[in-house]
Each structure stands twice: as structure tokens, then as C-alpha cells.
């Protein structure tokens, strides 16, 4: 039997960004992780922790220092459409309506206007946006304009969909009811998902995989597969289950906080000695100077 390539996979991958006049910013190291075809893998990490930084990588929007990114086993070298990404912030163009919006990308990929109208309205109703069409950004709540970003993200088909924390900026209300929402959209499509968040909540209830990255530099340090029993289940958040699985996640990036704050004393610590060396240098240079006057 042979072996399934992986939708997206990631080999070794590092990103450094240089800065002038200090030390180059070792953003990731070494991140490795492979998302299979149809999966919703989510990738959880601390403030700071690349989680951005890889997600541009995957969408092509910079390149990666060392290590490369594969789709459908072919290198990404830059953007384009096959890949779909989903930011926190929608992103939307306020002088199009909803519709004009999600036909944005089929624009580009030279699909006809009446084909375009069908398809943008068939994604409006997977979206749950039916009869919004015709309505300006403007006009819509926060929710209903991420219902239109993922809904224009997937109307062109892309190979894989990338969201970036799009539900951060959300009330909890509103953020449980789209999560309920993307996973129904997952189902129907079939879409593999890469979602990268810093809530183990959000984590522990879309994914069927989660990824923990480390503090930075980033690199993945557990991947916990979730085999949530969802069926029957009024309240799953409240679930027994649930709650072994965020709690899991919980140790794991709390190790992750903890030796980053222990990191950070450190370097206060020898700083503050190096300090007090220079300090302690000049003034013996001073009063041997003085001894000679």
C-alpha cells in the first residue's frame, strides 16, 4: 500500500530576520509538520511564538531562512491560489458587497460573471449568509463579515484553507457560533485547515489534530491527536473529555511560558552582570588614572 503524500508539509523549517546593528531575530527553528489531505490541524502556541510568521511562510508571503514547505509535494515558492487565508482582521473591500467580494478570487481565476454570481451565492448559503448578498462590509456584523472572508477564501477552490486567529476579535458568543459553523463548512468541503490560534479552547474543540509550538523561536514540540466524542453531547466544552484534552494543553504551554519567563532572567541577569563589569572597569581605570596625576 503506498504511502499518501501529505497536503502541506513543512521540513526543518527556520526563519531568521536580520537586524541592523543587533543580534539577527531567530524567529523559528526547526519546525517540522504535516497536515494530511481532508485534516482540520490546528497549531497553538504562546504569544510570540512564530505562529504568524508561519502562516506568511505557508502563504508564500516570505520565505523561509532554511528547511523548505511543501504542497501536494511541490515547494511553495510564493502566493497564489492554492491556498486560501483567513485573517483575524476580514480584510474585506468595503466599495464591494458581499457578493462582489467572495467573486473576488474567481475574478482572478477568470471564471465568467454568471458563474461567478452562482457560485458566490451557493457560498453565501454555505456560509449561512443567504439573502446578504447585495449588502455592503459596512452593513454587516463582525461575525457576518468572517462568514464573507472564509466564504470568498473557498470559492475559488483553494487546495488548503489558512486561518490566521480569525475569530480573535470576536465576542465568545459569536466566536462559539462560528466554530461550530467552520466545522460544519470542513465537513461539507472535505477542505484540509491549518488554523493557528493561541486559545487551547478554540484548539481542543475545531481540530482532530493540535500542534504545540514552543516559545521562540518556535518549533513544534507535541502534536495531540483529539478524538472527541461530539455525538449527543449538548455542552462538549463541559465535557469530561474536553476537559482532559485542554488540560493537557494547558501543561504543555504553560512549560512553554515558564521557560520562556526563566529565558528572559536569565538574560536580565547576565546583562545586569555585564553591567556592573563595565561599571567596575571604569572606575578602576579611573582611579589608577588618578594615582597617576
Known sequence: MTEQTPKLELRGVRKVFPARGKPDFLAL??????????EFLVLVGPSGSGKSTLLDLIGGLTRPTAG???????????????????????????????????????????????????????????????????HYPHELSGGMKQRVAIARSLAYEPEILLMDEPFAALDAQTREGLQDELR?????TGKTILFITHGIDEAVYLGNRVA??????????????????????EDLRSSAQFREYRHHLW????????ATQRDATQRDATQRDATQ????????????GASNV
Open 29 to 38: 527553528a526547526d519546525v517540522t509538520v504535516a497536515a494530511q489531505p481532508g
Open 68 to 134: 523548505e514547505i511543501l504542497l501536494d509535494g511541490k515547494p511553495i515558492t510564493g502566493p497564489g491560489l492554492d491556498r486560501g487565508i483567513v485573517f483575524q482582521q476580514y480584510a474585506l473591500l468595503p466599495w464591494r458587497t458581499a457578493r462582489a467580494n467572495i467573486e473576488f478570487g474567481l475574478e482572478a481565476k477568470g471564471v465568467r460573471r454568471r458563474a461567478r454570481r452562482q457560485i458566490a451565492d451557493e457560498y453565501l448559503a454555505l456560509v449561512g449568509l443567504t439573502g446578504f448578498g447585495d
Open 184 to 188: 460544519k463548512i470542513w465537513r461539507a
Open 212 to 233: 504545540v509550538l514552543s516559545a521562540r523561536p518556535g518549533r513544534i514540540t507535541e502534536i495531540v491527536d483529539i478524538d472527541l466524542r461530539r455525538e449527543g453531547i
Open 251 to 258: 501543561l504543555a504551554l504553560r512549560a512553554q511560558r515558564d
Open 277 to 288: 563589569r563595565d561599571a567596575a572597569q571604569r572606575n578602576a581605570s579611573g582611579l589608577v
